[in-house]
């Protein structure tokens, strides 16, 4: 359940709260989304190869960046705005590194992965922090980004891994963490009686 302070003052107070709630609930959801298509496509890819995985990857990062570049940009006072420009940002880099130079990104897919979760992870929990002003439960997203910083680390510490394991890898972490998204998405985005 979605407190948000303010609720026992008037109507006003608690407006602009509600609004930078509904607003991040939606960008969770879409990116919720986004990492549930990107997962879905990495299981059922018929003979996805590293490459044809870093070219899903730049795809999802493409997606992602503008989403978050999209709420930054246009998001309200009060919202993380600097973070999100930051998550946007580098999803945009990461999609125009894998669509200049896949051989590259192939080869260091891991520590490309690696590096954006663990970037992305402290990034979400610095959010989630200052979100805690606005929204109770902001644990579900300090979660999330501690998810994300710890599977960075694990694909950090295992860089060779085989193939298919790096496969089942990131798209169970994609849809571990596509479905909190979206679940959280869904909780922010819907109204408070």
Known sequence: MNNLPGQGIAGRAREPFEAVASDYGRLLLLRGIAALLFAFLVFFWPKLTITGLAMLWGGYSLVDGVLALTAAVGGRSG???LWLGLIGLAGLACAGSTLLAIDAV???LVGIISIWAIVTGVMQVWAALELRKAVDGHWILVFD???ALLFGLALASWPNLQAEALLWLIGW??????SLLVCVGYWLGRPTP
């Open 106 to 108: 192939s080869a260091h």
């Open 145 to 147: 980004g501690l998810a």
């Open 173 to 178: 972490f994609a849809a571990a963490v596509g």
């Open 79 to 81: 919202a993380p705005r």
